[in-house]
């Protein structure tokens, strides 16, 4: 209709009529844009609320998953650190309890037990090119920071993890495998005195000890920057 009115006010050089249908036009094209902006606006809104739910749960599970290996290490630690000073004590009185025996054995696979992964929803919203929908710019900062930061502890985990040192093969004649009946697995034992006259094995034990608290505290800085991207988020923990 408004194509055939513009037509006619052409032809009759009807110049007000053809204005007043330009100017419609124009106006029906900007209302369409418009709406169309709205729509896409609320839609972000939309998908920026899930992502900040999605975010957040994940970010507090990530916390409770770090608090539980902090912890776990932390008794690991304490194993280590005990095994080392009665070691050191030359005391021939002194001996290593099982538990110590064997946290000093399973040292070089504490590292193991640990992962550094990036913030899965996160990956998700960058995979789908969703990233801009992001309106907070400290956030969306803080987010790619932490993402920097998680692969360059993944990096460091991987080498230190090669470097870690296994008493048990490369210093057999200190601890010893003895396979009994029944068992899957030879039980290692500690020989105080060839351990505390082997000097190797002191350096190493404590070499081992260092990049576990390395370890310690590359979780402990990854859980404070989780809870400041709560902070930004405005969630308390």
């Not at 048990?168 to 009994?180: G, M, V, Y």
Request: include cysteine; hydrophobic fraction near 45%.
């Amino acid at each position: 209709m408004i194509l055939k009115r513009l037509a006619e006010g052409i032809k009759n050089q009807d110049w007000f009529v053809v204005t007043i249908e330009i100017m419609i036009v124009v106006i029906g094209i900007f209302i369409g844009l418009q709406v169309n902006d709205w729509n896409e606006t609320r839609k972000n809104h939309n998908l920026e609320a899930r992502f900040m739910s999605e975010l957040t749960a994940e970010i507090h599970r990530e916390i409770d998953s770090l608090e539980n290996k902090i912890n776990r290490i932390n008794k690991r630690i304490d194993i280590l650190v005990d095994s080392i000073i009665i070691i050191q004590n030359n005391d021939p009185s002194s001996r290593l309890s099982h538990e110590q025996c064997l946290g000093i054995l399973l040292s070089h696979i504490v590292i193991m037990d640990v992962d550094f992964v990036g913030l899965l929803s996160y990956a998700a919203l960058s995979e789908t090119g969703n990233i801009g929908i992001i309106s907070d710019f400290n956030l969306h900062s803080a987010l790619l920071a932490f993402e920097r930061q998680v692969k360059f502890r993944a990096t460091r985990t991987a080498y230190m993890g090669s470097d870690m040192a296994n008493l048990t093969d490369n210093h057999a004649d200190s601890f010893p495998r003895t396979l009994q009946p029944g068992q899957m697995v030879g039980q290692p034992k500690c020989q105080m005195d060839l351990i505390r006259s082997n000097q190797t094995v002191k350096n190493k034990l404590q070499s081992n000890l260092g990049r576990i608290n390395a370890l310690l505290s590359m979780l402990k800085s990854q859980e404070d920057e989780l809870e400041a991207l709560l902070s930004l988020i405005g969630v308390t923990k």
